[in-house]
């Protein structure tokens, strides 16, 4: 019998916000879907409501963004405050923490409890980013999580290094995966993409709102081979962009088709797609990012193109696409991928042959199984 069955323990995660915020999401919670629900305390930092007005803060001017700030991050630290007493009560056996409990700085209640609370407990601490480039943790959190962590979970060897050395032997290479992404007949899914093919190309994006500058740096190389693929192939480019908020860029060739992002949305907009893209310029946030679309449009088996940076390197094989070394290459890069039906297709089963022997979400669900003691 499954020892799930037999021992009930209460796990503590401690998240962002499980519904909106991908890491939250795909890198712990849709793991803690697959254990008895009895036993999963979910600590979110912000509720879905709340968070959607957060993110959508940026859009306020200068002045206005400064009162949000406070009031969100003095919600967010009482809220934490009391989810840590709470802990501290009833006493779990495992406690996950996504990234960082409060971003940027931890008062020193929360640090104290933080402290006494972990050293009893199996922790387990996950990050997907290089939180201390873009500052989404304090050094102190970062020091005292890496120090009482039973278990770190990165998605990269770089991410590792940002551990101390002393502790590096805690930390578990895991990719980012979609166990929610279930493409059931690929042969048929793929001759209707080989028919849309015939009058267009669809190219898409999908990312939060954060990435869009990235997109936007390789615009004129998209319009660029939409240009060309009218000329010579009489087809439309569409690049659908799947995100919280719209590309709003204006291009004279390729067709933008903005799509509000939803878990729900993204498995349907592949099955009409033809490859999948994740362009990055290159500084040290985005060498420690962990290339997650590219996992997701492969296991749709959808040709990736990326930018040859970070993880991408490890994730591209040399038989799934295209990787990127310069801007000016996107263009020669889109046009070799749909060459031709032939190419095209051969990337495609490349692809999600790759995501099912690499990025298997099965794999990830054994692990933490595992560690959670």
């Known amino acids: 019998m499954d020892r ?5 323990k209460k796990i503590s995660v401690y998240v962002k916000n499980k519904n909106f915020t991908p890491s939250s999401y795909y890198r712990v919670i849709q793991y803690m879907e697959c254990l008895p629900d009895e036993k999963i305390l979910i600590r979110e930092a912000i509720p879905d409501e709340l968070y959607q007005n957060y993110i959508n803060r940026n859009s306020k001017k200068i002045f206005a963004k400064i009162p949000i700030n406070l009031f969100y991050y003095f ?13 501290v009560i009833d006493n779990p056996e495992n406690i996950v923490i996504s990234k960082a409990l409060v971003p940027r700085y931890s008062i020193k209640p929360i640090m104290y409890l933080l402290d006494n609370l ?9 990050y997907d980013d290089n939180i201390l480039e873009n500052r989404q943790i304090s050094k102190k959190e970062f020091y005292m999580l890496e120090k ?19 502790f590096r032997k805690k930390v578990l290479i895991l990719p980012t995966t979609d166990g929610t992404l279930k493409i059931k007949n690929i042969d048929k899914i793929i001759e209707n993409r080989k028919s849309i093919f015939e009058s267009k190309i669809v190219i898409v994006w999908l990312a939060t709102s954060g990435n869009l500058i990235h997109l936007k740096e390789i615009l004129s190389e998209i319009d660029r081979f939409a240009l060309i693929t009218k000329k010579t192939n009489k087809k439309r480019v569409i690049l659908k962009v799947i995100c919280d908020k719209p590309l709003l860029e204006k291009t004279e060739n ?15 907009e592949f099955e009409e797609s033809h490859l999948g893209i994740m362009p990055l310029i290159e500084n040290e946030f985005t060498k420690g990012k962990g290339g997650f679309k590219l ?10 193109i990326a930018s040859d940076v970070g993880y991408n390197k490890s994730i591209y094989n040399g038989e799934v696409g295209v990787l990127v070394k310069n801007k000016e290459d996107w263009t020669d890069a889109l046009i070799k991928t749909t060459c031709s039906k032939k190419v095209w297709e051969k990337y495609s089963y490349n692809s999600i042959e790759n995501a099912q022997l690499n990025f298997s979400p099965e794999t990830n669900l ?4 595992e560690i959670l003691k």
């Open 118 to 126: 972990t050293k009893k407990v199996n922790l387990i601490w996950d």
């Open 148 to 166: 009482n962590s039973n278990h770190i979970i990165v998605t990269s060897d770089t991410l590792k290094q940002l551990v101390d050395e002393e």
């Open 295 to 304: 996992i997701q449009y492969q296991l749709a088996g959808l040709p990736i």
């Open 254 to 268: 390729v067709e933008i088709e903005n799509i509000k992002w939803s878990r729900n949305i993204v498995e349907e």
């Open 366 to 369: 054994k692990i933490w199984k």
């Open 4 to 8: 799930w069955l037999i021992v009930q």
């Open 75 to 87: 919600y967010i630290t009482v809220r934490i405050i009391y989810f840590l007493i709470k802990d």
